[in-house]
């Protein structure tokens, strides 16, 4: 009897130890299982700019993206016929920028061709006072009643005196047709003052 008590004894404790071990061993997804609810995480807590926080400082606002505007850039207006004679000139001047005599009677040329007349007679002007003898004729035929045309200078009317002007300073820079274009030129006043005209007649008195 005292041996089957033991027995007993000893099955019991076997019981227990395994139930403890089996216990132990169990995986958190079972006690998920088995209705444990894990905590739900706890939301964040938005506050409106300038609210104070729990321990009572003023919480600065968030930064705020600014929005993007759908305006276009402005296009500066074209610039005014003259002004790009004058920067150019004012360059050349200070010594910003550099350019040969025939490189700028091109220039003056293309704006001529691009309407721009107060600009390209502004450079021819710059070159001519430098010395440069076809700037000078091509100043000259701008003047000359014989070559005037409308919308190719800026000058209303043409003007024998500076043409006159233009093309004895072309001649002494070396321009051979500049001789040829004063002698048309003479003709032309020479007529002028038989007619009357006083300009011609001056003009006359002054020719060399």
């Known amino acids: 009897m005292k041996g089957n008590g033991r027995i007993r004894l000893a099955i019991g404790i076997a019981v227990i130890l395994l139930t403890l071990i089996w216990l132990t061993s169990t995986p958190d997804s079972e006690q998920t299982d088995s209705g444990i609810v894990p905590p ?3 939301a964040p807590i938005h506050r409106e700019a300038g609210a104070t926080s729990p321990s009572g400082t003023a919480e600065s606002p968030s930064p705020v993206t600014p929005a993007v505007s759908s305006a276009r ?18 360059a050349l001047r200070n010594g910003q920028q550099q350019l040969d005599a025939d490189s700028l009677l ?37 003047h000359d009643p014989a070559h005037f045309t409308t919308g190719s200078t800026p000058i ?24 040829e274009r004063l002698a048309v030129l003479r ?15 001056r003009l006359l008195l002054n020719w060399r």
Not at 124 to 137: D, I, K, T, Y
Not at 164 to 173: D, E
């Open 106 to 142: 091109n220039r003056a040329l293309e704006l001529q061709q691009q309407g721009r007349v107060t600009d390209a007679y502004l450079l021819l002007f710059f070159n001519a006072r430098n010395g440069h003898g076809p700037s000078a004729m091509l100043l000259g035929e701008l």
């Open 156 to 179: 209303q009317e043409p003007d024998p005196l500076q043409a006159f002007k233009w093309y004895s300073l072309a001649r002494q820079s070396g321009v051979e047709q500049a001789e």
């Open 40 to 42: 739900s995480p706890i």
């Open 73 to 90: 850039l402005e296009i500066p207006a074209q610039q005014a016929d003259g002004e790009i004679a004058r920067a150019l000139i004012a």
């Open 187 to 201: 003709s032309h006043i020479e007529q002028a003052a038989a007619e009357g005209d006083g300009n011609a007649r």
